[in-house]
């Protein structure tokens, strides 16, 4: 945060609440991460919709809320914005203890779902108009304007009215808006879902490579998990008020703390399985080796497994860890094919094989497999439980 926003904060009271911005101790703060959300929780009335969440967000990262809805990313984003009070717990920007001050006392830039331009404005002034009520010199306005046109790749669209402008465009416009008084960070409240995919894909990608090229630190709230992997340094997934998990896009496909995460995050196969002794379980009425199963509570638990890691074997093959299982259905999906298989006793299984594979195996409705099930690939979790 500038200096001249340090001085800018209020201290007036708001909310009943001390609104002044208290300065945490400056030799802390120079390693603290850029965003401290401390035991933040929201009621609205019996209903809670944030359950002491807490997290940290370095300076320059680009993190994503992932969640159904209702599960309170966005109110989390619009406690960090001062659109809404937290019942309970802190918020720490960059050094200042902001949890109770209002949004035009935070250093932050926004951009919602809806565009939010001003219609009877143009394409300039919509981005001109955070600056001009920051009392910037015409000029140097100008300047700015022409700057983040040209890095939103309208450089020629200043003149229009957000009404010429595609859906697309628009957001850029609002990007650019959020963007033009240089705050440190940037709230992105479901940008894209208004979008069609195709401009949805282009635009999460233009968006990342203007995030990277200014260095903003950046928080994203969206349902669309093919976006926060491809978008997020981190994500943050959320369900009924609480974090499941935070990690990077691989750690959080590739080692989900929790059944709800395996599920929401991609697609993944769940089994019914016994322990059967260390590092073995009983699954299907055959023994299966796994890495561990020290941490599941009782006997019975669920293996996990992603359908592109299991492995097609030849019929006659001796490995371990092998099922058996009939075609049911091949839905083509480009490059690959996920296929849909039925075993023994109502074993039901997802594997997504290449088309090099279904082709040279004729594999159809209909056609019995063999699939390994790779130890290095099983997760188990509780039956009872969304702890792994």
């Not at 159904?68 to 984003?77: A, D, Q, V």
């Not at 039901?348 to 056609?367: K, N, Y």
Request: charged content about 20%; hydrophobic content about 40%; proline content about 5%.
């Amino acid at each position: 945060m500038s200096e001249a926003r340090r001085a800018s904060v209020s201290t007036e009271p708001h909310n009943s609440q001390p609104a002044a911005a208290k300065v945490v101790s400056h030799a802390a703060s120079k390693t603290a991460p850029y965003l401290q959300v401390h035991d933040l929780s929201k009621k609205y009335g019996d209903f809670v919709a944030l359950n002491q969440v807490s997290l940290n967000v370095s300076e320059g990262e680009f993190i994503c809320f992932l969640g159904p809805s209702g599960c309170g990313k966005t109110t989390l984003l619009r406690a960090i914005a001062g659109l809404e009070f937290q019942t309970a717990g802190s918020i720490i920007q960059d050094g200042l203890d902001v949890s109770w001050l209002p949004p035009n006392k935070r250093d932050f830039g926004i951009v919602f779902q809806s565009y939010a331009l001003f219609p009877n404005l143009t394409v300039a002034q919509n981005i001109a108009f955070g600056l001009q009520n920051l009392g910037v010199a015409k000029q140097e306005i100008g300047v700015t304007v022409a700057k983040l046109l040209d890095n939103i790749g309208l450089p020629d669209a200043g003149n229009k009215y957000p009404g010429q402008l595609s859906g697309g465009q628009q957001q850029r416009v609002a990007l650019a808006r959020a963007l033009a008084t240089s705050p440190s960070l940037l709230l992105l409240d479901e940008p894209l879902s208004a979008l069609d995919a195709q401009v949805r894909v282009h635009l999460r990608q233009e968006i990342k490579q203007l995030q990277h090229q200014l260095g903003v630190t950046t928080i994203m709230v969206t349902h669309d998990q093919e976006e926060a992997m491809s978008m997020a340094d981190r994500i943050v997934v959320m369900n009924h008020g609480h974090i499941e998990q935070i990690g990077t896009p691989q750690e959080i496909y590739q080692n989900p703390a929790s059944v709800f995460v395996a599920r929401f995050v991609g697609t993944i196969n769940l089994i019914p399985c016994r322990v059967s002794g260390p590092e073995r379980v009983e699954l299907n009425g055959m023994q299966f080796h796994v890495p561990t199963t020290n941490h599941l509570l009782r006997h019975e638990g669920q293996l996990a497994i992603r359908p592109e890691d299991i492995e097609l074997v030849e019929d006659d093959s001796s490995e371990a860890n092998l099922l058996r299982a009939e075609v049911e259905s091949v839905e083509f999906l480009g490059s690959f094919a996920r296929i849909e298989l039925r075993g023994d006793n109502a074993l039901r299984l997802t594997v997504d094989l290449s088309m090099r594979q279904i082709r040279s195996r004729q594999i159809g409705a209909g056609t019995a497999l063999t699939l390994r099930l790779p130890p290095a690939s099983v997760h188990l979790f509780n039956t009872d439980s969304a702890t792994a």
